[in-house]
């Protein structure tokens, strides 16, 4: 098998079971030997700021030297992002032949009428493919809220983290700051450590500490608006957070929270024995760069490209642009899933922009170009539809100079798609 049938064999898997649970995926992993069982954990859930938490921690824990795996979801630039160890992704032929072995334990169930999604296929490939490379921690990051999310066949973390929380997947997790918090409070275990983002809804928070003290787990609240700013750019943030002197090259007053949330992770499992100095930290979280979250593509002309397509990512974005781009002309370009709250996280950001292009992220779930400029409207007197990434790109680069600044923000599948059109632009090529 090749690496693009692999990819287009998981594709052809659901995405969504035909109902939750965690039956599915614990039959699998039995039949492929169970590779869960040989690794340990740090297991992470939330709505914002997961991918960051991630990154972070991975990065402190492979600086420590630690073999550290990372699972991911959703990838921006390649598949295979989602498959990682220490920052290297799993090698093409690898990815392929795992698949072309797990794939008759997927044929046997779907004969006995129990259907394996792709998030389920992904994460069973993930796991055998650390267990094998004899990771000494996998750090894993939920796919769809946590209490059923595949990820939580796991026996338990060594720590849990709920990042910040915000009202996204409702028609899945529920439509109040409650229900979804107990969704992603499901990956808690007894006894377990949790570590949680301070700044949650306070209907949110409550059912955090509600569930930690149910299930006598060490709850520890990671309050990053304590850190002590040292100085902070358009290039990242420097600062000292419990005692940690730390720099992250992530944009943005959330990023010191998110990076807040990943020192407490750290500093536990230094608590339970993993041998990770404040040095190791420091250097981790320093090298840490992250596609689509913020991410300064250019500095002249000044292009940034954010995958904001939720009311609190659009929050923390609007604050960053407006502490960071200050008197500059802004643009934007952005594009949309409709079964997202476009009007919330639009109202945030779209009375910033002197001018708006709209286009369509290639996902069947896309909101149109023109409807978006109709949500758009009332915040933004010039605003063009455009029928294509490039050609929304195109025209908004056109126009922009030196006291101006290009924002793309919108669908990760957007972001996907203008980062290599903004990559290939900077090298020339078009």
């Keep these: 098998m090749t690496y693009c049938e692999a990819v287009e064999r998981i594709n052809s898997l659901l995405a969504f079971g035909i109902k939750p649970g965690l039956e599915r995926i614990k039959e699998l992993m039995e039949r ?86 792709e998030f389920e296929f992904v994460f069973a490939v993930a796991v055998t493919w650390y267990a094998r490379e004899k990771c000494d921690i996998v750090v894993l990051e939920t796919g769809l809220g946590g209490r059923f999310d595949a990820t939580n066949m796991i026996d338990r973390a060594m720590a849990d983290i709920i990042t910040s929380i915000s009202l996204d997947h409702t028609a899945v997790l529920g439509d109040t700051y409650a229900k979804i918090a107990f969704e992603k409070c499901g990956i808690l275990r007894e006894n377990g450590s949790c570590i949680a983002y301070a700044r949650q809804e ?152 002197e001018k708006i292009f709209t286009t369509e992220p290639d996902n069947p779930r896309k909101m149109t170009a023109q409807k978006l400029k109709e949500v758009i409207a009332p915040c933004c007197d010039d605003i063009t539809a455009c029928k294509s990434a490039e050609e929304a790109f195109v025209k908004a680069y056109a126009g922009l100079d030196d006291n101006s600044a290009l924002v793309i923000f919108g669908s990760l599948y957007l972001a996907s798609e203008m980062r290599k059109i903004i990559l290939k632009k900077l090298s020339g090529e078009c």
């Design 202 to 353: 306070k209907e949110a928070m409550e059912v955090i500490e509600n569930t930690a003290q149910r299930l006598g787990c060490r709850l520890i609240i990671a309050d990053g608006d304590k850190a002590e700013i040292i100085s902070s750019d358009i290039s990242g943030t420097e600062f000292v957070y419990n005692g940690l002197k730390l720099r992250i090259r992530l944009i943005g007053d959330h990023q010191v929270r998110n990076a807040a949330v990943a020192a407490e992770a750290l500093l536990e499992l230094r608590r339970q024995g993993l041998s990770v100095s404040d040095e190791d930290i420091a250097r981790g979280f320093a090298e840490v760069s992250f596609p689509a979250r913020l991410e300064l593509m250019s500095e002249k002309p000044l292009i940034l490209l954010d995958g904001a397509h939720n009311p609190d990512g659009a929050r923390a974005l609007s604050d960053a642009v407006k502490k960071h781009l200050c008197g500059k002309r802004l643009v934007a370009v952005t594009g949309m899933l409709a079964d997202k709250d476009t009007g919330t996280s639009l109202s945030y950001l779209a009375p910033l922009f």
């Design 32 to 117: 492929i030997g169970s590779p869960d069982k040989k690794l340990r954990y740090v297991h992470i859930a939330g709505t914002n700021g997961k991918g960051s938490t991630c990154a972070l921690i991975s990065s402190a824990l492979s600086s420590a030297g630690y073999k550290t795996g990372t699972f991911i979801s959703p990838y921006v630039l390649e598949f295979r992002e989602r498959f990682m160890i220490d920052g290297e992704m799993i090698p093409e032929q690898t990815l392929a032949d795992i698949v072309e072995e797990l794939w008759g334990a997927v044929e046997d169930m779907k004969g006995c009428g129990r259907i394996i999604t």
